[in-house]
């Protein structure tokens, strides 16, 4: 684990990305609990600035809250009801497993000018993972919404407390220049830990490569679901994990131990592309199946235009459910 | 196998390195790849092993059968061509019966072996390259006229083409020893077939050397443990007449004078050979120097007669031509149906004068006492019983003999053998080496005859004679009937007459089981009288021995009528003999013993060298007359070369006495000369079955190329068609 000396805010977080994503509000689909006043409705009605709707007064309300003039027009007892506006719990969960390490794109710099860790040569999925951590960081930072990270591989590696100060993006990134290790991934002892921990109902940007077990990640959702979290499961993939476009025998090490084999490149392709793409399926299924949003990012391509699409899509549902 | 350049051949040995070496150089060391999504890729590879090797199955399947009716399409002609011998390259060895007999002509002149000769020629025609030919001929001697197996079959062609009959005899079992050598030694793996070609007369199955001719097993053993195939043609069923000269001998008159032409008759023997024996004529004459107004004689052939006798009358004047002292009279008869046999040559003596010379010790008085008269001086009497006659005798000294004095006679009488000396002995021992005749008679002056084992041990001769004399208590008579023969042929009609009223008083005693000699008289007690030996590779003059003195005391020989006419024709026969004129049968090898002889000069331009040895170095193949030169090209004696006449006999073979003749088990098929070629022509192949297949190949290669590249472009070009298009990854 390398500790960085100093972090430059340009490093991860591309101008463009910020300009792409600027336009977005970054809210719950589901109503998350916070204890800051901000941007999104807090499930607990009762003094706050928005007028929600009335009931009728049972014996034992709080007769403060009747609606006298409503009182005075019916002769009947409301209760005035209000919808209270709070903080967003925002955590990212970052995945830092040794296959995370992989990254084809033959280049130092990543998009947008951003930058990869001293310690590769070319971006890898984590690095990507780290920009996109930080774009969402300032987005949340930028709505005065509290951040928190936790880094993990088979067990949560590294973690920064929520917070919505000035100095949190800071210390995310801090955090994240942290080089991956070469342990497998272990969502559901990550996600005992991470819930462990945290008590309020959070936004959970869970940003891996998901190369494990699909039925570790259904049980990992699943333990977020029954916490009533909404979780975002964004997988960070590499263009030739997607295309394995390989055209030679090569050997093949695996990042998280699992050894060597060697491939005929061009005649696995196709079998590859298929366990590839019911292993998607798979995942999207058991996200969908959740109802969590799933959004995967190439590491050849900015992060923004993915994260603007996600947001767009998040705030249409908000909207939809305000309405409804 | 042979390459006609060799080079080209390690040049192309060499460039095969060329893609090894490139292959080498350019093999790109695959650089690891560290991979993330380790978990699906090993997935994958096991999903594919599934798949591949259902995929690699079937196009290996494929593959194999293209590879297997590619194989059986090409070797179609291949496999037609072998199913006729079995295997690749064939070795064929071909006996072709060029024998005496083989020359016998048909009505249109055309010989036996040219039958057999066009029947080799059409299966040659037949044989494929590589396959190896040797051709064998029978003539005795046997020999391989093609350089061992040849791939040229078109020079063996030729050679099979220029093929003449030969003057010797047939010899098939030296032919097939030859044939067992050759499949021994260059059949390898190769199919072999020996296929015997002739007509098969009787003349042409004599039998010598090998008692049994090879069969299939001895050969498949000499072949390595392949079958060979043996094939030979069925004999001819064309009945023929041959008439031959069987004899040729001269009868000259005992008592040649010094100077003058002797009258000799000469008696011509005819044989008719055959079973059609018609009615026909034919005419004999004589040729030699002073023959040559001899007028033909005509024979006439009653039906079924076989032989006739023919007597010519002449006087020889062929002192000219003669070769140290021999002529050549040849005797011919019009018939051409058997040219080597319708002449016949024989050596005549035609010299005028013989020198004698007698060792014995010089007395210049004469006894008139019968008894008295030694064993020399009847020797002289009988010789020379007149001034006029055709031996010349003269007395030597023992003391005297030198090699000097010695060369200047033909023959010797060895009077006192008990007076030699060693020295001595070795000089006579050379004088008959070099072709003197030498007479030993007994000395009767003493009573123990020990020079007999000095005799012995010089002249290399071995009997076994007692040193002490035997004197029968009774005379013994000469025996009625006599061997004669070889010197003594010109008396055989009178020998018995002549010898029956010699009595034999005292004699040495002859072992007669333990000599190499022949007995040439004996007495009615079967003891040898007279003992001659006959010039051999050793020796090339002739030895001969009484073991009873011509002394009254010892025999009554020298006053009866026997004495002269005995004493002048061994005289005559036995320089005649050591001579070194021979009569030979065709196809030996005959040995020289002159040692300036270096050549033998034929009746054609080509000479045969003689080695140092004085071995011909190669057989005599010609009949006629040979004469044996020095190196400046002189004359030194003459070699006479007739065949052997019952190498000539037409007889017909029955196909079952042919089997028996070549072993009833031996394993031969008997096949016509117009059945043999096929046996050898490579079976045409099927077009029809190998363009099936050769269609069929093609077929299946195109199945191949479109399942080949549909797994391939399912396995490449996936991502094109099925990459997943998830979160707009590109």
């Known amino acids: 684990m390398v500790e960085k000396g100093s972090i430059r805010a340009e490093q991860y977080l591309a101008p463009e990305t910020l300009s792409q994503i600027a336009p977005f509000e970054m809210r719950a689909k589901m109503v998350v609990e916070g204890v800051m006043n901000g941007m999104h409705r807090s499930p607990y009605q009762g003094l706050a600035v928005e007028f929600a709707e009335h009931r009728q007064y049972v014996p034992g309300d709080e007769t403060r809250h009747l609606d006298w003039k409503v009182f005075g027009r019916t002769d009947k007892l409301y209760l005035k009801q209000y919808q209270q506006e709070t903080n967003l719990d925002i955590i990212l969960l970052v995945d830092a497993s040794g296959s995370m390490r992989y990254g084809s794109l033959d280049e130092k710099n990543g998009w947008g000018g951003t930058k990869a860790g001293e310690s590769t040569s070319t971006w890898t999925k984590y690095d990507h993972a780290t920009a996109t951590s930080a774009a969402l960081a300032h987005l949340c930072l930028q709505q005065r919404d509290r951040i928190g990270l936790a880094t993990f591989a088979n067990k949560i590696r590294s973690q920064v407390k929520r917070s919505n100060m000035r100095e949190q993006w800071r210390s995310i990134v801090q955090i994240l220049s942290q080089d991956p290790v070469d342990d497998e991934t272990n969502l559901v002892k990550v996600s005992d830990q991470v819930l462990s921990s945290v008590n309020n109902r959070a936004l959970f940007f869970l940003i891996s490569d998901f190369m494990c077990d699909p039925v570790q990640i259904r049980e990992a959702l699943a333990r977020f679901r029954h916490k009533r979290h909404d979780v975002v499961l964004v997988q960070v993939l590499d263009r030739r994990e997607v295309h394995f476009d390989f055209d030679e025998t090569a050997p093949f090490v695996g990042l998280e131990g699992e050894g060597t084999i060697h491939v005929d490149s061009r005649s696995v392709r196709e079998t590859y592309l298929e366990v590839f793409a019911k292993h998607q399926a798979e995942i999207q299924s058991i996200a969908r199946g959740f109802g969590f949003d799933f959004e995967q990012i190439n590491s050849h391509e900015s992060v923004g235009p993915p994260l603007a699409r996600l947001f767009a899509r998040r705030i249409a549902i908000a909207r939809r459910n305000s309405r409804g | ?730």
């Open chain 2, 1 to 730: 196998m042979t390459f006609v350049t060799a080079w080209i051949a390690v040049a192309g040995l060499a460039a095969i390195s060329i893609p090894i070496l490139v292959h080498l150089l350019f093999r790109r060391r695959r650089k690891p790849v560290d991979w993330g999504a380790m978990r699906l890729l090993m997935e994958a590879v096991r999903r594919h092993r599934r798949r591949a090797r259902v995929e690699q199955l079937l196009l290996l399947c494929i593959r194999c059968l293209v590879l297997l009716l590619l194989g059986l399409a090409l070797a179609e002609p291949i496999i037609a061509g072998l199913r006729s011998m079995g295997g690749g390259s064939r070795l064929v060895v071909l006996i072709i019966d060029d024998g005496l007999v083989s020359g016998i002509q048909n009505p249109s002149g055309v010989s036996e072996l040219q039958s057999s000769v066009d029947a080799a020629l059409q299966l040659v025609d037949g044989l494929d390259s590589g396959d190896r030919v040797a051709v064998i001929l029978t003539a005795y001697p046997p020999h391989l006229i093609t350089d061992g197996p040849t791939i040229n079959i078109d020079a063996a062609s030729r050679l099979i083409k220029d093929l003449q009959p030969g003057a010797s005899r047939s010899d098939l079992n030296g032919a097939l020893s030859l044939a067992e050598g050759v499949v021994q030694e260059h059949a390898g793996s190769s199919p072999t077939t020996i296929t015997l070609l002739g007509s098969w007369r009787q003349g042409a199955l004599l039998g010598s050397g090998r008692s049994t001719t090879p069969d299939q097993e001895s050969l498949t053993a000499s072949a390595g443990d392949r079958p060979v195939r043996m094939l030979a043609t069925s004999p001819t069923s064309e009945p023929a007449t041959v008439i031959v000269i069987s004899d040729v001998s001269m009868r000259r008159p005992v008592d040649a004078v010094r100077g003058e032409q002797p009258q000799v008759r000469t008696t011509v023997t005819l044989r008719r050979l055959g079973t059609d024996l018609v009615a026909s004529r034919s005419l004999v004459r004589l040729d030699g120097p002073g023959l040559e107004n001899t007028l033909p004689r005509q024979v006439e052939w009653t039906p079924g007669r076989s032989e006739a006798v023919v007597e010519f009358v002449s006087r020889s004047s062929a002192v000219n031509s003669a070769v140290d002292g021999t002529s050549v009279i040849t005797a011919h008869v019009d018939s051409t149906s058997l040219p080597d046999l319708s002449r016949r040559s024989m050596l005549v003596d035609t010299s005028n004068t013989i020198k004698v010379g007698i060792i014995d010790r010089q007395i210049f008085a004469s006894s008139n006492d019968l008894e008295n008269i030694q064993s020399a001086e009847w020797m002289e009497r009988a010789l020379e019983p007149g001034n006029e006659g055709a031996v010349e005798v003269e007395r030597i000294d023992p003391a005297s003999i030198s090699s000097r004095i010695l060369r200047g006679f033909d023959a010797l009488v060895l009077a006192r053998p008990d007076l030699v000396g060693d020295n001595e002995w070795d000089l006579i021992k050379k004088f008959t080496d070099t072709g003197g005749f030498l007479l030993v008679v007994p000395p009767t002056q003493v009573q123990a005859h020990t020079w007999l084992d000095r005799m012995g041990s010089s002249l290399d001769i071995a009997w076994n004679i007692r040193v002490e004399p035997i004197n029968p208590d009774e005379p013994v008579d000469l025996a009625v009937d006599q061997p004669g023969g070889s010197f003594l042929s010109l008396l055989d009609s009178e020998i018995d007459q002549l010898s029956s009223p010699v009595q034999v008083f005292r004699r040495l005693d002859v072992d007669v089981d333990q000599g190499d000699g022949r007995v040439l008289l004996t007495s009615s007690d079967d003891a040898p009288f007279l003992i001659g030996w006959e010039p051999d590779a050793e020796r090339r003059g002739t030895i001969a021995m009484l073991t009873s003195a011509p002394h009254l005391e010892w025999t009554n020989l020298p006053i009866k009528p026997l004495m002269v006419p005995l004493m002048q024709e061994l005289i005559r026969e036995g320089t005649s003999t050591s001579r070194g004129s021979v009569e030979i049968l065709a196809g030996e090898r005959p040995l020289i013993s002159m040692s300036s002889a270096r050549e033998l000069g034929g009746p054609s331009e080509k000479s045969i060298p003689i080695d140092q040895d004085g071995l011909v170095s190669e057989p005599v193949r010609r009949n006629g007359h040979w004469v044996v030169r020095d190196s400046s090209g002189t004359a030194l004696s003459t070699i006479v070369v007739n065949s052997e006449i019952t190498a000539g006999d037409p007889g017909i073979t029955s196909p079952d006495a042919l089997r028996a003749r070549l072993g009833v088990d031996a394993g031969w098929t008997l096949l016509g000369t117009d059945e043999l070629p096929d046996q050898f022509s490579r079976d045409e192949p099927n077009p029809v079955w190998s363009l099936f297949m050769l269609t069929s190949v093609l077929l299946l290669l195109v199945l191949e190329t479109v399942l080949n590249r549909w797994f391939a472009r399912s396995r490449v070009s996936g991502t094109s068609t099925s990459a997943p298009s998830l979160g707009g990854l590109r």
